[in-house]
């Protein structure tokens, strides 16, 4: 049982360039989470989707796109990078039920280097 | 700007000794939730409070839920090294979104 996968785990790109991070989890879950993570801002969220073919921003959107075309893949897209995009980036999931903890569960991290 | 304001930022203790983290919101909170984030990993579900005033326990981890639901804490009973980590709560907006404090990152000596 993978839970969540992230890809790549590094990546350096140049000013400008362009790249996707997949997440993928097994869990038939519905809600899927992109988050940054830099040092003392804790976790941001970026975009959020709640099903298969919806997708929503979160705090700090911007210079970032999502699709979430199948339901156990969501990706996050930088279409030309920057340097303040340098972070950690961390996928998360978690299932749809009321009433009961619906806790995050998070792939291991990317770690994106724009230069 | 930050959603849910987190103190301290670091907190370096003797082990054996207490230590204690809050979390305040803005707005009132759907509930709340604590992870676990050990150096190089990945944040790790500890526990999510959702009554008003609720308080809860695992082991030497105390979690408390503000009254007014805008406030939580984490208190640790008599460290040990295996506590070393970044400890974040996460407020839940809405049904869908969750806001993660800055994080207090726990240092235990030996």
């Known amino acids: 049982n993978a839970g969540v996968t992230q890809t790549p785990k590094f990546r350096v790109l140049k000013t400008g360039q362009s790249m996707t991070l997949l997440c993928a989890q097994d869990m038939n879950h519905e809600y899927m989470y992109w988050y940054r993570q830099d040092p003392g801002m804790g976790l941001r969220l970026i975009h959020y989707s709640v099903g298969e073919g919806t997708t929503a921003k979160g705090e700090v959107p911007d210079g970032y796109n999502v699709s979430r075309l199948k339901k156990q893949n969501f990706l996050l897209g930088l279409e030309s990078a920057a340097p303040s995009q340098t972070s950690v980036y961390f996928c998360?999931?978690?299932?749809?039920?009321?009433?009961?903890?619906?806790?995050?569960?998070f792939g291991e991290g990317s770690r994106l280097t724009v230069l | 700007g930050q959603q849910v304001m987190q103190i301290p930022q670091y907190q370096h203790v003797q082990e054996g000794e207490d230590f204690t983290t809050y979390c305040n919101s803005s707005t009132t909170l759907s509930n709340i939730q604590w992870y676990k984030q050990r150096p190089g990993g990945h944040p790790v579900f500890l526990i999510q409070?959702?009554?008003?005033?609720e308080v809860k326990k695992q082991k030497r981890l105390t979690f408390q839920f503000g009254e007014a639901k805008k406030n939580s804490s984490l208190h640790i009973t008599a460290t040990q090294t295996t506590d070393v980590g970044t400890y974040f709560c996460?407020?839940?907006?809405?049904?869908?979104?969750?806001?993660f404090g800055s994080g207090t990152k726990l240092n235990v000596k030996p």
């Open positions: 998360a999931s978690s299932y749809r039920r009321e009433g009961e903890a619906r806790p995050l569960f």
């Open positions: 996460a407020g839940l907006r809405g049904f869908n979104k969750f806001y």
């Open positions: 409070l959702v009554k008003s005033g």
